[in-house]
Every structure is written in structure tokens, then in C-alpha cells.
């Protein structure tokens, strides 16, 4: 354990391999954990000494750790499929009992930044042969935008990750997730520098609020308590000594072989395992209630026809008139194995929030439908602020522009429950459904802000702007 956190990873493969599984796998699952953890240090042994050359049989033998892990948990008696971090918050029911999450998700996202880096080492030997940039709208163009892009939305699920466990365990492991988030940002900002063109180029055009999102993670701060960590020294030097003087008007040879001898130094300069990869907790999930205030919202039952059939069988759908102001109450309680697996205390409880809107009353009208859908498409940054933040909505498309990037905060009762209350006011002139989602967290003695996960389909609620008719508006009127 000891040599896999220290970034020793070939002791600790022949550790797991001579001694472990040749003496300590006396049933299937303590095989396959113990195999698991041989195949995931042969692999970064790997990387660490043959670079990007490696990536091939890294990948192979990673896929394979998942594989064992996926095996595992089955025999475990729970599912082994994830819903990864990003687009939408909605996680898969397998996910939320496996103890295995952690695991899955940190070997699928280390195989996502090695087939990233191996996609933007391509990208920059074919700008190294052509000796030029490309063309707006071609192929590598599109390619060396999206790779930015991609490196980015990593980034945010390493943040994401960090998140929701990193309370759950040592200060080691919430170092190394720092590590590897700065790691992922740090290559988003290299490749903007060296595809400076196909960056700047893919400013307008639709996909230029989606764009922004992304983009909208590099302004977080950098991980300022790891400053002495010898990776973090090595991306400071790397990002003021090269990266940063670099600019368009740096011949494009120059710059894709520089990005070409980055990419080998960032993956040779082996980063520590996260100490919780070989801990196996089970998640905990916090028990969370919407519901509207009597006074301001009724509940609508869905019938056939009334384009309810879109909404989740879970979510509760409210009735709120256009121009008014509802009250929604959310109240819950976070398990007592919450606390106990905590490594760090906190007495207060916060929500983030968004409301953004779904689709229309009638299914059959295509044009609202198809902007409802370009307006959902999200990617959730980690930590509750920087999904908030990237959102630029205005409140006559039915978002909440009284949102703002600090959470709501509460203090957590002794029994372990707590009690929130969001006021939104309903746009004037757009009927249709809204989708109310939020986010539970909590704030530890540091004032250090965590995501605590909850049951599924409990995080959201439907609100449904339905303008009264002329019959309906006279009689109140009358009354």
C-alpha cells in the first residue's frame, strides 16, 4: 500500500504479484481485487517509464483492472455500471449502492486522459508535418478544438470526483485528486496555446455558450495547498516557462514540438495513487423531500395527452402561474454512516440550485421543444460553483437569475436533518415545464464545501407555467 501511494508502482506490482496473490487469494473476490490492483500498478509503472510509447499496453492492462473490478462488484451483489460525471446529474440506480464507485470511475477517468493525450500528441504531429495550421472547419481543425474541450470536461469530473469523496477519506487521497485536476487543466491550457487558432476560431456559432461553460472551469482556482507537491512544481515551471510565452505568432512547428516533449514529461512524471483507491467504503446517500408551498404551487396529476409522459415517475410536478412567485421546500436527513466514514467534521449543511427550462406544454410543438433541449445540454463542473457560474441564462427563458455562485446554507439539526427554502418566480411569457434541480453538500470545520450524494430521482421537481383560461381568469376575477 504503501509503495502504490508513493508512486513506487513497480515494487507494488511485484508486491501484489509475488507475494500477494501467490499467498493471499484464498476466494474469488480477494483474487480479483488483488489482481485488479496488479494490473493498475503494471500499467502506471508503464507510463512512467516509456511515456506516451506506453499508452498502448497501459490502456490494456487498465481496461482489464476495470473489467476485474466490474466482476467484482457483481459478485458483490450490485450492479457494475456507472453513469459517469458529466452532462446531467442523474446517476444510474447500480451506482448508487456499489462500493466499487470510486474505483471505477478514478480507472475510467485515468484511461480517458491517456487515450486524450495520445489523441493530442496525433493532432500535433500532423502540425508538425504540414508545417501549418489548419483550415477553419476541417477535420484536424474541429479535432484540435475538441481536444481542449475534452481536457477541460476531465478536469471537471476529476473536480467532480474530489467532491463527493474526497471527505469520505485521508488527506492524501484529496491531494492527489487535486493533482490530477490540476493536471487535466493544466493540458487544457497547453493545447488552447498551441491550437490557438482552432480555439479562437470556434468563438461564435452556436456552440459558443457551450464553449463558455467549459472554458468557464479554468478561471477556479488552482490547488494552493499543494504548491509544494513535486507534480504541481513540475506543471508551475512547465506552464511560466513554456506554455505561457507561447502564441500565434510562434511558427506552429515550434509550438507542436514543444506540446510533443510536454505530453512525455507530464505522463513520465509518475503522480501517487490516491491512498483511497484501496479503500473500499460504500456510499452513503442522504435522504432529500421537494415540495411546493400550499399557498403558491398545486400539485398537477398527468394525464395521457397532457405531455406529462416526458417528466421522471419519481419527480413531482407543480402547477405555477406565470408571473408569480413559488415557494419550494426542501427538506431531508443525512445518514448517521455518513459521519462515521467522514475523515473531517462539518455541522452545516448548503444547497446549490438551478432552474432552467424543459420543454413545452405540448409535445407536438418541435420549435420550443428542440431550444428547451439546446438549453439543458450542460456540462456540471464540480463542487456546486462551477456548474452555477457557467450558466448564462436570462429570466424571461425561465432561469433563475436571482441564483448566485455561493450556496444556501443551514445549520444541520443533532438528529442529522436540515431544511431549505427556494423562492422562484415564474416567467411571464413562456409556458412549460421547468426543471428545478439541486445539489446537497456540507462545510467542514474548514470551510471547505463537499457534495454529499443523495437517493435517486429526489433531486429534482417539475414546475409547470400554465397561463389560466379567459373562464378560469373571469371567475377569479369575480371572486
Known sequence: RHAYTTANFGIAHDLFTQKLLSTSSSTEKSYLWLSALSKTAKAEDIISKEGILGVSRASMLLDSSIAHIQSLSSLSGVGSQLDDYGGDDDEDEDDNENPFSFQLHLLHHRLDFLNLCVTARGLCAEMKLTGSVPTKGTRSFLHQRNACHCFYALASRYFRLYSLHGIMHTQQTRTSLRMLYALCRFMGDALSKVFAEAVVGSSGGSNASRLSRIHSLATSPWPVGDSTHPASNLIRILKEKVIEPMGESIDPIVRASVIIQVLDTVLMCPVPSPRGFLSIKPPSRAELRMSGHPN??????????????????????????????????????????????????????????????????????????DGGEEQQSEV??????????????????????????????????????????????????????????????????????????TLPNTDTIFLCVKSRSDDESGSLSGV
Open 380 to 453: 456540471d463542473g464540480a463542487g456546486g460553483n462551477n456548474d452555477d457560474s457557467s450558466m448564462n441564462l436570462s429570466a424571461e427563458d425561465g432561469e433563475d437569475e436571482n441564483r448566485t455562485d455561493s450556496p444556501i446554507a443551514t445549520a444541520l439539526l443533532p438528529n442529522g436533518r436540515f431544511f431549505f427554502s427556494i423562492e422562484w418566480v415564474a416567467p411571464r411569457h413562456r409556458d412549460g415545464y421547468y426543471r428545478m434541480q439541486v445539489r446537497l453538500g456540507c462545510r467542514d470545520v474548514r470551510f471547505a464545501e463537499w457534495e454529499i450524494s
Open 296 to 369: 403558491s404551487v398545486s400539485p398537477v396529476k398527468c394525464e395521457e395527452g397532457e405531455g406529462c409522459e416526458k417528466m421522471d415517475d419519481e419527480a413531482e410536478v407543480l402547477d405555477v402561474l406565470p408571473g408569480l412567485p413559488c415557494t419550494v421546500y426542501i427538506s431531508g436527513k443525512v445518514p448517521r454512516s455518513y459521519f462515521q466514514k467522514a475523515d473531517l467534521s462539518f455541522s452545516q449543511v448548503v444547497l446549490w440550485h438551478k432552474v432552467h427550462y424543459d420543454g413545452p406544454l405540448d409535445r407536438a410543438d418541435g420549435d420550443d421543444q
